[in-house]
């Protein structure tokens, strides 16, 4: 086995562990882990990214579950706005790397990631300010609020569909901003949603851009097999992080990894720049 592929299993595990517990199912590194790392073309790696990203909601959804940390009738109100901008934003994606080229989803991608950075620390600066009210009741989804979730569902939805990733970002804060869940409760109903919203966007892909042949031909029988310790090392991360660390904790390592996202992003798009 190859060192490069070695060192992106690791890495996957490892985000899947890391990531489990934050709602975030992974894509913002494994698509730049398939781009930089094993240097796939685009749309096989957002559709791979999308297969892994469901194996981490499926693992740590259980995980969450099991812990008490799922609003299941709030996530449930979005999963069919989540469910049809996953196909919106999948077939945005054929749209842009047929007429723009990839570059296009990596610039997409920095803008979303520079709004999450925004609103979790805004988020996190204000609790710190002793302005989170650990005893404050969310809202009820109705109305407005229930407006105002839906149209954070298709957008998580679309996003996930146009970047391959789970969306999750999106789905956090918006639990967490407009809801004002805690980190646990944020990330365990965000799964709700991804565990049913990503297998749209993964045939959505699948049927667009023909990346079926591709994924086979590249990862054959062993698909089956790196799902599945995915989704373990998810269930696993998602369990120990539940017990053993405050809901606090868990925003510092969310905004380290959006972070470092955003920075191989931009990494990218100025040697774009350069170049051009």
């Not at 070695?6 to 992974?26: C, E, K, N, S, V």
């Not at 062993?222 to 989704?231: R, T």
Request: net charge positive; hydrophobic share 55%; proline share 3%.
């Amino acid at each position: 086995m190859e060192l490069e592929i070695i060192i992106a299993i690791i890495i996957i595990l490892m985000t899947a562990f890391m990531f489990a517990p934050l709602g975030l199912g992974g894509g913002v590194l494994y698509v730049p882990i398939f781009l930089f790392i094993l240097e796939w073309d685009i749309h096989l790696s957002l559709v791979t990214s999308l297969i892994l990203v469901w194996m981490v909601s499926l693992g740590s959804r259980a995980a969450h579950e099991k812990g008490g940390y799922v609003v299941a009738s709030v996530g449930k109100r979005g999963t069919n706005a989540a469910l049809m901008g996953a196909v919106f934003g999948a077939i945005l994606a054929a749209i842009f790397i047929n007429q723009l080229g990839d570059m296009s989803i990596k610039i997409a991608a920095t803008f979303l990631l520079i709004w999450v950075l925004y609103s979790t620390i805004k988020k996190l600066t204000s609790e710190l300010n002793g302005n989170g009210n650990g005893d404050y009741q969310p809202p009820e989804v109705e109305g407005k609020v229930l407006k105002i979730y839906r149209a954070g569902c298709f957008g998580g939805g679309a996003a996930s569909g146009l970047l391959g990733i789970g969306g999750g970002a999106i789905f956090v804060t918006l639990h967490r901003s407009t809801l004002k869940y805690k980190q646990h409760q944020a990330a365990g109903t965000s799964y709700i949603i991804e565990s049913w919203m990503v297998p749209m966007g993964i045939l959505t892909h699948l049927v667009i851009d023909g990346s079926g042949t591709a994924l086979i031909e590249t990862l054959g029988i062993y698909l089956i097999l790196i799902c599945i310790l995915v989704a373990g090392t998810a269930w696993v991360g998602a369990k120990v992080a539940i017990k053993m660390l405050p809901q606090r904790v868990l925003t510092y390592p969310f905004i380290i990894a959006v972070f470092v996202s955003l920075v191989r992003y931009l990494i990218d798009i100025k040697e774009m720049i350069l170049l051009g």
